[in-house]
């Protein structure tokens, strides 16, 4: 079993959809987690941390469920440029050492 | 925010070269890197942990004598691929630990380089 999970998709959408991504991780000790977006060709870029209250930024919700190893992110009035590769990651405790999910693939069309 | 770069950006070689792939802080000092290999359509893996004055950390399957990884200084750490190979293709990335003391303790971000895309024909 992978350490982190993610649905690869692709999901097609039309702008301005609503959208959510679903992410597991397997190690019960992780202790940070974090969405990156990677575009083509490009390096991952960090969207946003997840934090177990839940957390917004603008039109992207994140949320932490420990109990169930379970993250999540959200996307409202998506955006063509919101077309892009979402990284669920996940960084365990000591080391530092930091984990990529597979990405899931989203591509948004007017 | 921080950078961190990478070079070369783009490289061609043929079967048996070996190739370089330096990784910089630019404006802080990371006592550790890491470098990460990504296949098309596949996610970022792992490659090792390189920190500065000592050994790097190699995940499994990595082999250490083909990816050799030195951190020399605060600010650069290199990876060599040695007799690069076609399957060896890939994008390389590091990224760069950033530790920030703050009030409430030490806050960690990591950071990405632009990425290497190596072709071994």
């Known amino acids: 079993r992978k350490e982190v999970e993610q649905d690869p998709g692709p999901f097609n959408v039309p702008e301005g959809a609503t959208v959510a991504f679903n992410c597991t991780y397997s190690?019960?000790?992780?202790?940070?987690f974090f969405w990156y977006r990677q575009d083509c060709r490009k390096e991952p870029k960090l969207l946003m941390s997840?934090?177990?209250s839940g957390n917004e930024d603008g039109r992207f919700t994140a949320q932490l469920n420990r109990a169930s190893q379970y993250i999540s992110l959200l996307i409202r009035d998506s955006k063509l440029s919101d077309s892009a590769t979402y990284l669920c990651?996940?960084?365990?405790?000591?080391?530092?050492?930091?984990?990529f999910g597979a990405g899931t693939r989203l591509f948004v069309k007017a | 925010g921080a950078v961190v770069s990478q070079h070369p950006s783009w490289v061609i070689c043929k079967s048996g070269t070996s190739v370089k792939i330096e990784c910089r802080s630019l404006?802080?000092?990371?006592?550790?890197m890491f470098w990460y290999r990504q296949f098309p359509k596949q996610s970022l893996m792992l490659m090792a942990t390189?920190?500065?004055?000592?050994?790097?950390?190699?995940e499994q399957g990595v082999e250490k004598d083909k990816f050799l990884i030195n951190h020399a200084s605060l600010t650069l750490s290199t990876l060599t691929v040695t007799s690069a190979h076609p399957e060896d293709s890939s994008f390389y990335i590091c990224?760069?630990?950033?530790?920030?003391?703050?009030?409430?303790?030490?806050?960690?971000?990591?950071?990405f380089g632009p990425g290497t895309r190596l072709l071994v024909l």
């Open positions: 990224s760069a630990r950033d530790g920030q003391a703050m009030f409430w303790g030490l806050k960690e971000t990591q950071y």
């Open positions: 190690n019960s000790a992780s202790q940070s």
């Open positions: 997840v934090y177990s």
């Open positions: 990651v996940v960084r365990n405790t000591g080391g530092f050492k930091t984990i």
């Open positions: 404006d802080f000092q990371a006592t550790t």
């Open positions: 390189s920190n500065e004055g000592s050994k790097a950390t190699y």
